[in-house]
């Protein structure tokens, strides 16, 4: 804990000069950060204490956007190591897939909105469609390359020993490539992010926090754009440090079997 | 228990091919341990990669128990040389030994149990809820030989097993095996490249010559049981067997009586 203090000191001073620099310039566009948590205040963050000072406008936003992130990235991640752990498993498939996954991660995602909105007529639908795009490629290419590389000494012993086939998938495989797939999902977790705010700027959206930043550029509410970027930035912190915790305790037999080696 | 017939592998094809095996024969009588010795690069690996069917031989074929096998035999466990990759680093080592015993139609308990015994069996009972990682190498590869005791396999193929210890760690182990196979009456091949090893724990020994591997000689150790690393290795029939190996290795003419000499047995 004394560590993260020890680490946290440059944020006060950084936010301290933000705010003498935007004073000092006393620009519309640049306004101070104390303005800035002000306006955040009053958007989303006057609620009562036990809902963590959320208001109603927050749930209103941040819901519906977490629920088609986490929904987006869910889908993505199943599918992608579904099918990484495939075609990393077979040199056939690899043949087949190998150059269609490398045409479709090298397209942006955004240029494909319009596709999804003629697909997807539905708001929502277009809105996971994007981000399940956007954010299964670090996971694919990840769990291919992660159940491809499994050391042959560990298949071999596998083999030898005769595990079944589900066996060898949920005792060797999967685990054997769970670090590399890990790294795929916290990739993609920091472009669900993204893409749920892409998907809401570009969509007909009507709530969302992507919304409320399009929303307050419109409308020049320039504290207000501030804010969101700065929740946004906020909020993927958060989402990283969860996934760290999440990660270390299910990859502690990785990271110690390397520190000892 | 094992017939090796006329065994050929050639690793590539057209001027690149590696011939490592020529024509290998040999049996191996139930409760039997024989150990192969050989150059360095001579395919000894090759041959022990084709009776587990981890390599698909070239020509010839495996009998185990007189049916002749493709792929893995059923009641077949291998320890290899490199513990470190085959013991599954994010498993307890409980769970190691456990893992391939669901095949043989054990419950989660009756698992747990046959595992604590074959771990007991190596001197390593509380090392159950640790990882492989946690231990040294030498107890890493009595769990590997616990994993495969429990599994109970009718033949044991282990590869180079104590080529990365120390050399006291290397002699425990040596004693370990002579000391568990009493016990279960299994069949052992081991291969190995040390010629006082294969000789103190051998019961034959078998020599192959350079790539493409033939075998060029087979010598039955007659040495008294049980076998003890000080006593067993100063007597004089050790040491002539032990010189009598390391000609046949090297390629060398045999100084000691005849080309095949009295310990020598045929092929059976």
Not at chain 1, 117 to 143: C, E, H
Not at chain 2, 96 to 125: K, Y
Not at chain 2, 213 to 218: H, R, W, Y
Request: proline share 6%; net charge positive.
């Amino acid at each position: 804990m004394n560590g993260v203090v020890h680490r946290l000191w440059p944020v006060p001073v950084l936010v301290a000069l933000w705010e003498a620099g935007a004073r000092a310039a006393a620009s519309t566009y640049f306004p101070p950060p104390s303005a800035i948590a002000a306006r955040l205040r009053e958007l989303w963050f006057s609620g009562p204490p036990s809902r963590l000072f959320l208001s109603d406008q927050a749930l209103q936003d941040f819901l519906p956007s977490l629920a088609r992130m986490f929904g987006g990235w869910a889908i993505a991640c199943a599918a992608g190591i579904a099918l990484g752990v495939a075609v990393g498993r077979s040199s056939a498939l690899a043949g087949y897939v190998d150059p269609i996954v490398e045409f479709g991660r090298a397209i942006p995602p955004p240029t494909l909105i319009p596709l999804f909105v003629v697909l997807f007529k539905v708001d929502v639908r277009m809105q996971v469609a994007t981000i399940v795009y956007g954010v299964i490629w670090p996971v694919l290419v990840n769990s291919i390359d992660g159940a491809r590389y499994v050391d042959r000494q560990h298949t071999e012993t596998a083999q030898v020993f005769g595990l079944s086939r589900a066996q060898r998938l949920t005792r060797i495989i999967l685990p054997a490539a769970a670090p590399k797939i890990f790294a795929g999902l916290r990739l993609s977790l920091s472009l669900a992010l993204i893409l749920m705010v892409v998907s809401e700027l570009a969509g007909s959206a009507t709530s969302g926090i992507g919304y409320e930043l399009l929303y307050a550029q419109q409308n020049f509410d320039l504290p207000g754009m501030w804010g969101t970027i700065a929740l946004l930035g906020v909020l993927g912190l958060l989402l990283n440090s969860s996934f760290l915790l999440v990660e270390r305790r299910t990859l502690s037999w990785h990271r110690r079997a390397r520190q000892t080696n | 228990m094992l017939d090796v017939v006329n065994l050929t592998h050639t690793y590539g094809t057209g001027p690149n091919a590696h011939r490592a095996l020529g024509g290998v024969d040999l049996t191996v009588a139930e409760g039997e341990l024989v150990c192969v010795v050989g150059p360095s690069g001579c395919g000894k690996s090759t041959l022990l990669r084709s009776i587990a069917g981890l390599v698909r031989p070239t020509g010839g074929g495996v009998r185990v128990k007189g049916r002749s096998v493709s792929g893995t035999p059923d009641d077949l466990a291998v320890v290899f040389q490199d513990y470190s990759r085959s013991l599954f680093p994010w498993m307890s080592v409980g769970d190691n030994v456990a893992l391939p015993l669901r095949r043989r139609g054990l419950g989660r308990a009756a698992r747990r149990t046959a595992a604590a015994e074959a771990l007991s069996a190596v001197g390593l009972e509380s090392a159950a809820g640790k990882y492989p990682w946690e231990l040294s190498g030498g107890m890493q590869q009595r769990v590997a030989i616990a994993r495969a005791l429990a599994y109970r396999p009718s033949l044991l193929l282990m590869d180079e097993p104590f080529g990365s210890v120390d050399a006291q760690t290397r002699e425990d182990l040596e004693d370990l095996v002579l000391a568990v196979r009493g016990h279960h009456r299994m069949t052992i091949v081991l291969i190995t490249h040390d010629i006082d090893e294969s000789v103190y724990v051998g019961d034959r020994v078998v020599v192959l010559s350079r790539a493409p591997a033939v075998v060029a000689a087979d010598l039955r150790v007659d040495l008294p049981s049980p076998r003890d690393q000080i006593g067993t290795r100063e007597l004089p029939a050790f040491v002539h067997l032990r010189a009598e190996v390391g000609r046949l290795v090297r390629g060398k003419p045999q100084l000691s009586k005849a080309p095949n000499g009295p310990s020598s047995i045929d092929k059976e």
